[in-house]
């Protein structure tokens, strides 16, 4: 496994110009560039707009969100997408922090979901925070949705590497020195051994998260370097369930891997990454999950933090991983979204572990009472609650971008009280 | 378990459940002759064996009647 | 605010377990405690009816509440208080169904009964103040509920400062650490041997891993057990009627029916009239053994157990549990047949 150092850029302005470039915290989003990037026959016009923290902009129906990130002028970022799988890549990965690009728009299996740059749902999207470079983008007359989403994924994946591109020769605001997870048999000084898991949804087109550019689905769980999904080895390509979908920029910030690694060495080792497919159906999920307790056993992990995406479905993978994980005798904890209704007196727990510990990122029903904004991004209709994208609105936080995070960047969880105060009266 | 609440035995997390016909008499049905009383216990612990040789994997409700029609 | 009360039989003067059998009724003004809730609430509310119903009727079937509910809103219910049911599962039962069934239709409701009654799930959303574990603790009771009233009729939502219990909603916060860092820290408390933490309950109430099936029943030896409180007659061992401390057990090998006269049930819950008359009605032996003779149960265990449900807490019903199995397991039983009243 390899150690890895982040260089990071900060970003606190975006703007378009002719150029692309980053001088001193200010990104500058070239126009051509962009146009080039995105020209293929499967779209026939593309809408660059920008979208920063504290706007009063609505972005709808995101697709994946991408951090922009370089390998430098060696290149390798996002293989099997845009470079070999096997090609050697340098130490330094490159991250222009404070920004993200990400399209929006129609595809199949897109609930509506949105990101509210200001007003009550901005704490609870990670994409609030960022500054925000949004392609909207039309389809080219009967182009195949699948050819629609490859141009657009080619597109975004390619913009994340050149904006990132501009800022390699500038002289970084922090390096980020990221250890690799400790091999089996390393003294650990009594210090327990935490891996994470994280389940990957495999359900087919539009539905899909690409490990080296291929699909996980058929596959059994698989140990994998950290430094790997540093560089995009794990890109997103499902766009169900907003609130419960990790999009790209998740995976590369993945919150799990950040924590663990933040205390290795103080009171825990960071032991290992296993990525593993959801399968969909009943004799795959309980072949899988008893493989991945297996493997995690193998690789000497005390104990592992399960990870999923999706909603019900995912969550029965996710009740079996801690299950067989407690049977084999490791200590897990998942991280589970609540379905206990909009007043949460529901079971929190559909289809929960009978063994473990349980995260709680949030109530997925929950209600959230938004104000009316000045733009929105995406599309002119929220056709899932029949409202202008721009109006006054109240949604449950399901339908907030990355707002029950499962990868665990979210700072939502549920506490039993009695009803007070709605999510409205929460800093 | 046998018992006429069966919502608080499902809540309880009783794996199998066989419902009685009234909370005095969880094994008996006094509205019933005496004869048929005994029948209807006959069934409602045949019940309870089925279940009991039944895998289950959360509270479930064996009821006695739709056994009892016709068995 | 017009309120209407909903009390039990036995709150409104009709009788005891024997009148548990009766439906529903209305009456004009405050009835039993609705008397001194009365009192407590002063002149800004008035209890203009009490609707009545026996706990046997009520509780075996929940179509009942909305038949309650509809006569409570005839009698011109602005909000409607069930209770106080103290620790009666049957009436907590009722009472919760009830005013779940107000919140359901509008009708701004509380119930009244001990946190520990088994009926108190059954409220959903719909509030439910403490009340003590006995009657004996009415007036505090009946102070807390007014006060929860008056709060109520002005439209505020009742918090656990008002004494609020039961299935309380589980509310979205924002916190100050993020979900995964509370995944670390959750993991490495659960491995410094905290087996109890967790930030979502698992399982609700509680969690029973369901044992294996049996094989063939007819092969299997299999006990009778009981919360119904079956003791011999005159109760020798003086097997408490509520609260149970402990249980106990009687030898059955070669008897094949539980004989009215010999055995009794001493549960103080419910009216034992029914079972007195045949305790075979409570734990059912005579079924068991013929069929035990044809060959449907391979062995009959030679003893049976026995407690009483009424008012046990939790804990201790947990306790017996775990007691019985370990001494059926002893014993090479490996299934049994509990009876819950």
Not at chain 1, 51 to 74: C, H, M, N, Q, W
Not at chain 1, 231 to 245: E, I, K, N, S, T
Not at chain 3, 49 to 78: K, Q
Not at chain 3, 151 to 156: D, E, I, P, R, V
Request: charged share 20%; net charge negative; glycine share 12%.
């Amino acid at each position: 496994m390899t150690a890895l150092r982040r260089v990071v850029h900060e970003v606190g302005s975006v703007e378009f110009g002719p150029a692309t470039g980053y001088h001193q915290h200010h990104l500058v989003v070239g126009r051509e560039l962009l146009e080039s990037l995105f020209a293929d026959p499967a779209l026939a016009a593309v809408r660059p707009r920008l979208a920063s923290p504290g706007e009063s902009v609505r972005i709808i129906t995101p697709l994946d969100v991408v951090e922009p990130r370089s390998k430098g002028p060696g290149g390798g970022m996002f293989p099997g997408f845009l470079a070999p799988v096997n090609r050697k890549r340098g130490p330094d990965t490159h991250v222009l922090r404070g920004a993200a690009v990400l399209a929006a728009g129609y595809l199949p299996r897109n609930q509506e979901g949105l990101i509210d740059m200001s007003g009550p749902a901005a704490p609870l999207s990670p994409f609030s925070r960022t500054h925000n470079v949004v392609i909207e983008f039309d389809p080219a007359e009967g182009a195949p949705l699948l050819e629609v989403e490859r141009a657009v994924r080619r597109g975004l994946l390619r913009l994340a590497v050149q904006l990132a591109d501009a800022a390699v020769d500038s002289t970084p605001d922090a390096v980020e020195e990221l250890a690799a997870p400790h091999r089996p048999g390393t003294p650990t000084g009594g210090l327990p051994r935490i891996g994470v898991i994280t389940n990957l949804q495999t359900q087919g087109a539009f539905k899909d998260v690409f490990v080296y550019g291929a699909s996980m689905a058929g596959s059994l769980a698989t140990l994998f370097d950290p430094a790997e999904i540093e560089d995009g080895a794990v890109v997103a390509g499902q766009y169900g369930h907003p609130a419960l979908r990790n999009p790209t920029y998740l995976h590369q910030n993945h919150p799990v891997i950040a924590e663990l690694r933040a205390r290795d060495g103080l009171d825990l080792h960071f032991a290992g990454v296993v990525l593993c497919p959801e399968p969909v159906e009943q004799g795959g999920k309980e072949h899988v999950s008893a493989h991945a307790a297996w493997l995690c056993q193998a690789a000497g992990f005390d104990a592992v933090i399960v990870t999923k995406e999706g909603a019900g479905n995912a969550d029965n993978d996710l009740g079996m991983k801690v299950d067989a994980l407690e049977a084999a005798g490791l200590t897990a904890v998942a991280l589970y979204a609540e379905m206990s209704g909009p007043e949460g007196t529901g079971p929190p727990l559909v289809a929960g572990p009978r063994r473990g510990a349980v995260v709680s990122t949030g109530n997925y029903d929950q209600r959230l009472k938004l104000p009316a904004v000045a733009h929105a991004l995406g599309g002119t209709r929220l056709r899932i609650i029949d409202a202008e994208a721009t109006a006054a609105i109240e949604v449950p936080v399901a339908m907030i971008l990355g707002g029950l995070s499962p990868l665990g960047a979210g700072r939502l969880t549920c506490r039993a009280e009695p009803p007070a105060v709605g999510l409205e009266g929460v800093a | 378990m046998v018992t006429n609440l069966v919502t608080i035995a499902e809540q309880v997390g009783a794996p199998r459940i066989v419902p009685g016909r009234g909370i005095q008499y969880p094994s008996g049905d006094p509205n019933l002759s005496p004869p048929a009383e005994h029948e209807w216990r006959r069934r409602l612990v045949e019940r309870a064996l089925a279940a009991l040789t039944t895998p289950v994997a959360k509270p479930t409700i064996f009821t006695v009647d739709e056994m009892g029609a016709g068995a | 605010m017009r309120l209407v009360h909903y009390v039990n039989q036995f709150y409104a003067g009709l009788g005891g377990e024997d009148a548990a059998g009766l439906g529903p009724s209305v009456r004009d003004g405050a009835a039993g405690p609705g008397r001194l809730l009365q009192q407590l609430l002063g002149a800004d509310h008035q209890i203009v009816a009490t609707v009545v119903c026996g706990d046997d009727y009520a509780a075996s079937d929940p179509a009942v509440s909305a038949e309650l509910l509809g006569m409570a809103r005839a009698a011109g219910a602005e909000l409607l208080i069930a209770g106080p049911a103290f620790g009666s599962g049957r009436y907590g039962l009722v009472c919760a169904r009830l005013v779940a069934a107000a919140q359901a239709a509008g009708l701004p409701a509380v119930a009244s009964m001990h946190p520990d009654n088994p009926g108190i799930g059954e409220a959903g959303a719909a509030p439910v103040v403490a009340a003590g574990a006995v009657a004996r603790q009415m007036r505090p009771t009946l102070e807390r509920l007014a006060a929860a009233v008056a709060k109520l009729a002005t439209g505020a939502p009742l918090t656990a400062e008002d004494g609020r219990v039961g299935a309380t909603a589980r509310i979205g916060r924002l916190v100050q650490d993020r979900a995964a860092k509370r995944a670390v820290e959750l993991v490495l408390a659960r491995l410094s041997g905290d087996r109890e933490r967790t930030e979502v309950p698992i399982g609700g109430f509680d969690v029973v891993v369901p044992a294996a099936p049996v094989d063939k029943a007819s092969a299997a030896a299999v006990a009778l057990v009981t919360e119904g409180a079956v003791v011999p007659l005159g109760n020798p061992d003086r097997l408490e009627s509520a609260r149970a401390t402990r249980w106990l057990r009687y030898p059955i090998e070669g008897v094949d029916s539980l004989a009215s006269g010999t055995w009794e049930s001493v549960a103080g819950g419910f009216a034992t009239t029914h079972a007195n008359a045949d305790p075979n009605r409570l734990l059912p032996l005579d079924a068991a053994r013929e069929l035990e003779r044809e060959g449907a149960i391979g062995h009959l265990h030679g003893e049976f157990f026995s407690t009483v449900g009424n008012g046990t807490t939790v804990a201790t019903a947990k306790r017996f549990g775990v007691e019985w199995a370990a001494e059926l397991r002893k014993a090479g039983v490996q299934a049994a047949i509990l009876t819950a009243t």
